[in-house]
Nanobody
């Protein structure tokens, strides 16, 4: 079983910064992509940023230039540095990973961490 544990959420004023972390644990061969999603009340879960095993990244247009995704492969951890936060960034942020267990790829979600940006 693989677990993803997020941390770093909280309450911040508009213009502030937060750094989210997501650590993967359990038995797996390797981690392919690790992504951050977010879900605001009444909205569907949406992709925020993704990073693959080679370090290539992609971002939602709404966060480009403000958020940075990175990963530490030695620690099986992905980070999301969020700068210049806006009230519309308020959401529950979820970590998502695709991991290899033997010859098969499995998908896992973290439990989510709340980010609230006040105006």
């Amino acid at each position: 079983q693989v677990q993803l544990v997020e941390s770093g959420g909280g309450l911040v004023q508009a213009g502030g910064s937060l750094r989210l972390s997501c650590a993967a644990s359990g038995r797996f061969s390797s981690i392919n992509a690790m992504d951050w999603y977010r879900q605001a009340p009444g909205n569907q879960r949406a992709l925020v940023a993704t990073i693959n095993s080679g370090g290539s990244t992609n971002y939602a247009d709404s966060v480009k230039g403000r958020f940075t995704i990175s990963r530490d492969n030695a620690k099986n951890t992905v980070y999301l540095q969020m700068n210049s936060l806006k009230p519309e960034d308020t959401a529950v942020y979820f970590c998502y990973a695709r991991v290899m267990i033997e010859a098969y790829e499995y998908q896992y979600w973290g439990q989510g961490t709340q980010v609230t940006v006040s105006s």
